[in-house]
């Protein structure tokens, strides 16, 4: 463990990955533009060779996140769903992934109309908030088990630590979106998941100026790691340096900009909940939630996303 790793979570948002740059003193990591560092025999380099294998700006980025998510490495992708695609790539044709019922869109799209396609996986989605689910969707195929929690956009939750348990029972891998928590407000590693992500162009970023995702390993495997890097490496769907640079500064305020987000939406939730035009207020701090309690032993506040439901339905004019 490196010494910033002891350090509080605000702390290392702010330095984790980060050494005053050696050419010159600057604190802030530079923003390394070049796609090709100079060897002085061939293979002989500073530990950089091509910046789609690695960039310095990218590094500071996946070891910031790698601290933050308490995991052993991280890999910096140009989206979320690129980072999504990429653990789907750790899978063989005839593999089966049991997946929430409830998942972002956008990788509901690239499970059925690419993934199931291109790489002959089966998918099957379950309601995770009844873990006897778990086991009918359970196949002798089943190598992977997908969860987001809370969900976009229903916001469900599931139970981490019985989510890992169930796949460490199975021997097959568990992965968690983290993008609508976020790595201030809950810790998948911590709860035994393998693999968390995130759309970084959610919380992680803040500031709606860039698209990445990023993904991080907590088991100390380094089999799985050293496949990760090499999925990464030869797909080559990595943040670019400049979104690397911007995701590092926005880092700095992740833990404030969440407290904020926190208490916010637990009072404009709590407003809503009065207001006569909503029929329907969900958020994970409400006691009315159905997993209102698992939200509280898993998560640290409950984030900044409400959904509601407005009175008299939807009217198409
Ligand atoms: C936005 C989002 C994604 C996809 O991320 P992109 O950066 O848009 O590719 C994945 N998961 C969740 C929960 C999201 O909200």
């Known amino acids: ?25 600057a604190v802030m990591t530079p923003l390394y533009t070049s796609s090709t560092y100079k060897q002085s025999s061939p293979g002989v380099h500073q530990g950089f060779d091509y910046s789609r294998s690695g960039n310095p700006t990218r590094k500071a980025f996946e070891e910031c996140m790698t ?33 929430m019922d409830d998942l972002y869109g956008g990788t509901v799209r ?38 987001e929690t809370p969900t976009n956009p229903l916001l469900k939750i599931v139970d981490l630590e019985k989510i890992s348990e169930f796949a460490v029972a199975n021997n097959i891998l568990s992965i968690c979106d983290n993008t609508f928590a976020s790595s201030y407000v809950q810790k998948p590693l911590s709860l035994g998941i393998d693999i968390v992500l995130h759309s970084a162009t959610k919380y992680l970023g803040g500031h709606s100026d860039l698209i990445a995702g990023v993904l991080v ?3 100390n495997d380094e089999e ?24 590092l500064r926005s880092l700095k305020t992740l833990p404030i900009r969440m407290e904020r987000h926190n208490q916010s939406a637990f009072a404009i939730a709590k407003e809503l909940e009065n207001n006569n035009k909503i029929s329907k207020v969900i958020y994970p701090g409400l006691e009315n939630h159905p997993q209102h309690e698992i939200a509280k032993k898993q998560m640290n506040g409950f984030g900044g996303i409400i959904s509601i439901e407005v009175a008299g339905g939807s009217r198409i004019l």
């Open 110 to 147: 690239l499970f059925n109309e690419i993934k199931i396609k291109s790489q002959g996986i089966t998918v099957t989605y379950v309601d995770m908030t009844d873990l006897k689910n778990l086991d009918a969707a359970l196949t002798p195929n089943t190598k992977m088990i997908f969860v």
């Open 1 to 25: 463990m490196k010494d910033i790793d002891k350090k509080g979570f605000e702390t290392r948002a702010i330095h984790a990955g980060q050494e005053p740059d050696p050419s010159t003193g």
């Open 217 to 219: 390993i907590g088991k």
């Open 224 to 247: 799985l790691i050293a496949r990760m890097a090499n999925i990464h490496n030869s797909l080559g769907p990595i943040t670019s340096s400049f979104d690397s640079y911007l995701i």
């Open 67 to 99: 601290s933050l998510e308490e995991g052993r490495a991280g890999f910096g992708f140009s989206s979320g769903v690129a980072a999504i695609s990429a653990c789907v790539e750790l899978l063989q044709p005839g593999d089966h992934v049991i997946a």
